[in-house]
Each structure stands twice: as structure tokens, then as C-alpha cells.
């Protein structure tokens, strides 16, 4: 009997095509976001989903759908999924990393310059017509060429962005991780580990690109963003929750750093009020992989994960390969 699968959001026609090959496929076409009751009952009779980023895949959900072979996330972060839950109950679990590091790292930097060059505050200033003259002080930045990049969390988005500092923008990098690159790839950049007081303490641009996680919940806040420079930029393109939105709102309005770029949210789409209000952040809606060329890369691996983990072939990018071995 053909397996039934879910792809829980709207996706490229050409993916659901690939997936009708092999499987029954239930759609979305009109992209609604499913509540969690609404996901439950999907998934009963379901044998794969294709998840998105936003569904919550946890333990309660596995043991509602005993059915669930294989959970195929389209996106690098998966903190949507209890991987853990999965591997107890023999559920595949797969994520889409490599296919968007260089574009994710471009979002990453553009965010930082905007930032820095307060690119949005111009074309507000631009757009309302209040640009009437020139003047020495006008919308005012700091620089990036030269200044010192620091990076929270050097994985592959974080190594795609010290690469684009260091070689292209003369910055020096220092980064704060759990562990240290190997010397060879630290050499190249002129990365240098420090601890992470130094990294808020010597930044000037300071770029977020850890996981999400119990451990990394507000790793940014009031006391964190004190210890930073009064003319440093912050950029978030990791996820919501690493930063505390309301400690960053307050520390924008009253000046304690100079401007934030932000990709993602706490409680996002939601936007935290205060952040709304202050005009020294650029705010963008999640969008970090949002190129053509990679979200296609995105849903075909996350299309081939899926094929593979419930056709038993071996799944190019799997959370827990443990399971695979197991089978
Ligand atoms: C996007 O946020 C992703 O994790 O791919």
C-alpha cells in the first residue's frame, strides 16, 4: 500500500510532484498554518512529514501517531523537534544544513551593514521627505571595513560569515563557542577563541548564529547587551529567543548600543512592540534563506530525506543516524 506523508506547508510544485512518485501525498495549498490539534489529527494516519521549521514535533505528538516513520525538516534549525523523542520511537528525524550556509550568511552580513550604515532609518528619513539638505551629521554610521566582527556560535553559517569579514572586509574575528575551530580553519580567518565577556566586551559587530536551545535561551540580555560597546551593532539571524527582545528594545531606545539587525523573533511573527518603536534596528521576517536557488535546494533535500527514510535507503542528512543503523 502506498504510504501516506504530509507536507505541512505550501512548497514548490515541483517537490510535491517528486513526492507523489512515491508516496500519498496531503498537501497544503493554501499554506494554512496549522494549529497543533489540527496537526495531531493530520499526522494520525500519516507515515512521513514534511516539516517547515514551525511544527512542533515533541513526544506527546510521536505517541498520538504511532504511524510517524520519518519527520523531514526544511530548514537547518530544528528546535521544532524533539529529536531525542524521535530516536526513543525509532522516528527518523532530518534537517537541510550545507544547502543554505553561503546565503544565510549573506542575509547575515547585509543585516550587520544595514545595521551599521543605518540603511533603513535612511529610507524611512527618505520616504516620509524629510531629506532636505546635506549635513556632516546625517544619519551617522560605524564602520565595518576594519572594525572586529564577533560571532556567537561558529558552525557553518558562523565560519560563511568570518570568511566574508575577514577576507573581504579586513575585520578581525573573534568568536565565542562550545568548541574551538581546528587551527586550519581558524588560521585562514585570523579567528581567535575568546570567552564570551571578551566577545560582548571587544565587538563592534557582533552577529548571533548559535542553535536554539534550553542553554541558549536569552543569551543575550539586559546584562549581556551592558556589557557591549555603546557603538557596537547587533544582528540575530539564529533564532528568537537567544536574544531578550524587550532587554534589546530598551537597550536600543536608551543608546547602550548603537543599532541591532534582526532576522528572528521571540513569539515570532509577532514582533516585540518595543522594537517596533525604535528606529535604530532593521527588522526582516525570518527570510535569512529566502533565495530562490536555495529554497529549492532546501525542499529537495528535504524531499530526498523524506524518500529515502521511508523507502529504506539511507537519508543524505539525518538528526539521528542512530535510528538508521538500528533498522
Ligand atoms: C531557518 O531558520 C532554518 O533553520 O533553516
Known sequence: ????????RAIFPETLAR????FDVEDNPDDAVPTREQLLAKLRDKAGVLTTGGERIDAELLDACPQLRAVCNMAVGYNNIDVPACTARGVVATNTPDVLTETTADMGFALMMAAARRMAEG???LRAGHWKKWSYDMLIGHDVHGSTLGILGM?????????????GFGMQVIYHNRSRLAPELEAPLGARWVDKATLLREADHLVLVLPYSAASHHAIGAAELAQMKPTATLTNIARGGIVDDAALAAALREGRIAAAGLDVFEGEPAVH???????NVVLTPHVGSATLATRRAMADLAADNLIAALTGGTPPTPLNPEVLARR
Open 155 to 167: 558552525g557553518r553559517i558562523g565560519q560563511a560569515i568570518a570568511r566574508r569579514g575577514a577576507l
Open 273 to 279: 512592540p518595543g522594537l517596533l518603536e525604535v528606529p
Open 123 to 125: 529610507e524611512r528619513y
Open 1 to 8: 500500500m502506498t504510504q501516506r506523508i504530509l507536507v505541512a
Open 19 to 22: 513526492l507523489r512518485a512515491h
